[in-house]
């Protein structure tokens, strides 16, 4: 029997001047302690269905009917919320209590469950999720991963049937997506119905089905090796597969017979081994940073947090490096590292405890030195900067900075054109349009642009991709790239290892307080393990490489760029089959 | 960092006067109060002073911090102590310079109300000192339950206040965000005049109020999904259970009551 049974489901939102259709005729059946999966692009009706499976929203046309309960029927609303349990994206915004198991205690608390089963079920569910040694803990002092553990086990104690996961990982670290996936995982094992929304492909993967939305429709649904199978579909969705499939696809395209599609990169290695052999390595040509005067340098920087209380934390520890103009330096680290304490001193926002910050040379923290030249100098975009717009129209707020400055009229105009030209945004098009009527890819953009417009050399980005969609990752760091082409040092704090693997000069890597490697990316990300034990991950390309290598195919072990790999695996495949190299392409970097 | 700003003044601790029940707490407070009022003699006011002391002492909160009570209340303790001393008229004068006159009554009228004034704020801090907001929320909500019955919406305000309380953190963290990068374009918090310090909340303001409605708008989908439907049917994990500890704190207060009322 189908626990969820949505057909034909339309829905749309009504502005002031326009009217969205959000949903075209959604039709999607799941069946009981099924794990599925959606996905597809921002604004493609993801969330605005999820909604829909507990009755939040109620269909314009069309049904969902839920355990046997339509959701039109006013009567069965509250039943359906109890059986089919949320979980949202944002962890902050889900939380009503101020101590964690209070919170898990709401949903029950709402449906009238004594007090004392309320006791058992709330200690039940955060056993569940292992949070009861937090139980008794603010939400405002966990993790992310953590806090949505909680919201899970808020979900969990009212013993719900289905519970609808909202892209609960979009606004995490790895560590904490690896939480929520594991705990997903877990609860469907025991019984539990699944829907996962996701921009993380990878996710996907896990689920026993994927459906892909687009434009308010189920495009398709089938099995995710299907589903990534199949390139028309993921370009119509516009998707980019996890790195091992698309070089699968290439590989393909190309016509090499690397078998069916993998979902693990071990399905891929397997796949390759049909036609292996090679003898000769091509040395891989190394990025050489640029060389221009902007530098920056720290040397024995401290930093104590709330120094003689309760809540003293130390941030960093005797912090020495050098960057010098032009290049891409990315910054990794677990949660609580120290990085965005460390470019909150370069950026001048932070006093050091001691040691010192020189940006051109300069010391910042001397007190005849000029602020405003180090606002030239260097711009930083914090985690989601869209968060910082304000004004009425995305001219104005753009336009913020440079004025604070006391740029002239004319030049203003000028930079804010060719900041929004950088971040591909339409000047005539979009510059009277109120910022907050903008998608949330376009918001940040504008943000950056906002920075951008004060024409700093030295660029400062802490997560610029973090909550974005697959396209719209793509898109801001291929953005990111050109600038750093253009010849601005780029600093930058991620997650996405492989973007720092694809694009960074140089890789820091912080831990408790300290950088524990400051190497080239290739070196950097050769050292897997050691990143591992530091709650850190590796780029997708590395874990395949690795994996090539013993799988007894003679690659470089350094590898972390697709093309790289892409371009040695053909070659020895090509040479497997007529007996010697044949067209050995380079990398063109 | 910001984040790990405690709200109110709650000094956490598991002594007895911690332990008390939020209500009884509540309605003690006030006992309290009344006694203080009542006493009229000397020996009533060292009653009352043995018997803070005593709590402060069973509750093993650090004289410091309840001092830090008084602290911003000091000025109008003064204050009051002045005005009562220079203008109450009456009575045996003892001191007199040009138009001030000090009488003895005067004198003693302002020591008592100072005293007083003293002992009142003394008593409502030991309370939110040892009291969590969560526990004194939850004591108010269920003292106003018989509210309800003229219509007050009591278990609104109650989860309001709870909602509050969850988010000052959060959007203290994230004022001091929007702090930084406003700074980082070029804004400046802290210089200009008056009217120039009010522009320059601007960019502050309007996205924090934006993202405290969508945050608004969010937690709302969320306590829907989770069956919020109001305070109608609605049961608590935590049921408030009067202890043995209780009545005798009870006890105490009533014996400083009646000590107080036979005319001290």
């Given amino acids: 029997m189908n626990i969820i049974n949505a057909s034909d489901v339309k829905y749309s939102y009504v502005g002031e001047e326009k009217i969205t259709f959000a949903l075209t005729g959604v039709t999607m059946r799941v069946g009981k302690g099924e794990f599925v999966a959606i996905i597809g692009h921002n604004g493609s009706g993801k969330s605005t269905f999820a909604k829909h499976i507990n009755a939040l929203y109620l269909p314009e046309d069309g049904s969902v009917v839920v355990d046997g309960m339509d959701t039109a029927d006013e009567k069965n609303v509250w039943e359906i919320r109890r059986r089919a349990g949320m979980v949202f994206q944002n962890p902050d915004n889900q939380m009503v209590a101020t101590i964690v198991e209070e919170d898990v205690a709401f949903g029950p608390e709402n449906i009238g469950v004594p007090p004392k089963e309320i006791r058992q079920r709330v200690d039940e569910a955060l056993e569940i999720v292992d949070m009861t040694e937090y139980k008794e803990r603010a939400p405002h002092m966990l993790s992310g991963g953590q806090k949505q553990r909680v919201a899970i086990a808020g979900v969990l104690a009212m013993h719900p049937e289905i519970i609808v996961f909202d892209e609960p990982t979009a606004m995490l670290d790895p560590e904490g997506r690896g939480e929520v996936m594991e705990t997903a995982k877990m609860l469907n094992k025991q019984g539990k119905t699944i829907v996962f929304i996701t921009h993380y492909m990878v996710e996907a993967l896990e689920a026993d089905r994927v459906f892909v939305m687009m434009g308010g429709a189920m495009i398709a649904n089938a099995s995710p090796r299907e589903i990534f199978a199949n390139q028309d579909v993921l370009k119509e969705a516009g998707l980019m597969p996890p790195p091992h499939i698309e070089l699968y696809h290439r590989l393909k395209n190309e016509g090499y017979d690397v078998g069916k599609c993998p979902l693990t990169i071990d399905e891929l290695v397997r796949n390759l081994k ?104 260097v711009g930083v975009v914090f985690q989601y900067p ?63 642009a906002g920075v951008l417009a004060l024409e700093p050399e030295v660029l400062i980005l802490d997560e610029p991709v973090a909550g974005l969609d697959p396209q719209g990752r793509a898109h801001l760091m291929k953005l990111i790239n050109h600038l750093s082409s253009e010849g601005k040092t780029i600093i930058m704090i991620t997650h996405s290892m492989d973007d720092l693997a694809e694009n960074a000069h140089r890789v820091l890597v912080m831990k408790q307080a300290k950088i524990i490697m400051d190497d080239v990316p290739s070196k950097v990300f050769g050292r897997a393990d050691e990143l591992t034990s530091s709650g850190l991950d590796v780029p997708c390309v590395a874990k395949i490489a690795a994996k090539v290598r013993e799988a007894g195919f003679e690659v470089e072990g350094s590898m972390i760029k697709l093309r790289d790999i892409e371009t040695q695996l053909k070659y020895m495949m090509d040479k497997a089959k007529s007996g010697k190299p044949a067209k050995a392409g380079g990398s063109d970097d | 960092m910001i984040k790990n700003v405690t709200i109110g003044q709650y000094f956490p601790g598991n002594s007895v006067v911690h332990r ?103 008593a409502t801090t030991l309370l939110t000192l040892t009291t969590s907001p969560i526990a004194l929320t939850d004591g108010m909500e269920r003292l106003m339950k018989p509210l309800k019955l003229v219509r007050f919406p009591v278990h609104e305000l109650a989860m309001m206040m709870t909602i509050a309380m969850r988010f000052i953190p959060t959007l203290l963290e994230e004022t001091d965000k929007i702090m930084k990068a406003q700074t980082a374009r070029g804004a400046e918090f802290d210089s200009g005049n008056v009217l120039k310090r009010a522009k320059g909340m601007v960019p502050l303001l309007v996205p924090l109020f934006v993202s405290a409605f969508r945050r608004a708008d969010e937690l709302a989908f969320a306590m829907e999904s989770r069956c919020y439907n109001g305070g109608e049917g609605r049961t608590r994990m935590k049921v408030l259970k009067f202890h043995y500890r209780d009545f005798v704190s009870a006890a105490v207060v009533a014996g400083l009551i009646v000590f107080l009322a036979f005319g001290f």
Avoid at chain 1, 303 to 312: G, H, V
Avoid at chain 1, 336 to 344: A, E, P, R, V
Avoid at chain 2, 64 to 83: M, N, S
């Fill in chain 2, 20 to 122: 008390i029940d939020p209500r009884m707490k509540l309605i003690l407070v006030v006992a309290v109060i009344v006694a203080i009022f009542l006493a009229t003699s000397w020996i009533g006011y060292v009653a009352i002073l043995g018997f803070l002391l005593f709590t402060i002492l069973m509750s093993r909160v650090n004289l410091k911090f309840v001092a830090r009570g008084l602290k911003p209340l000091w000025f109008i303790i003064i204050l009051t102590f002045v005005l009562n001393t220079f203008f109450y008229a009456e009575g045996t004068i003892i001191a007199s310079w040009w138009i001030f006159k000090i009488s003895q009554e005067g004198l003693y009228n302002a020591i008592r109300l100072a005293v007083r004034l003293v002992y009142l704020i003394t």
């Fill in chain 1, 386 to 448: 869209e968060h910082q717009l304000f004004e009425e129209t995305v001219y104005k707020d753009i336009a913020f900075g440079p004025k604070k400055a006391g740029i002239s009229e004319e030049e203003t105009q000028r930079r804010v054109r060719h900041s929004m030209e950088l971040m591909e945004i339409d000047y005539e098009e979009i510059k009277d349009l109120s910022p907050f009527e903008l998608s949330g890819g376009q918001k940040r953009r504008v943000a950056i």
């Fill in chain 1, 274 to 377: 049909i036609c292996r052999d090679s003898k000769k390595q091509k040395p891989l040509p190394q990025a050489k940073p640029k060389i221009s005067d902007m530098s920056i340098e720290v040397k024995g920087l401290n930093y104590t947090y709330m120094p003689n209380s309760p809540f003293e934390a130390v941030a960093l520890d005797d912090v020495g490096v050098k960057i010098d103009g032009g290049e891409f330096v990315g910054i990794i680290g677990h949660t609580g590292s120290g990085k965005t304490t460390l470019i909150g001193l370069i950026a001048g926002l932070l006093k050091p405890t001691s040691g010192k910050v020189l940006v051109d040379g300069k010391d910042i923290n001397e007190k005849k030195y000029d602020r405003k030249e180090l606002r030239r100098h």
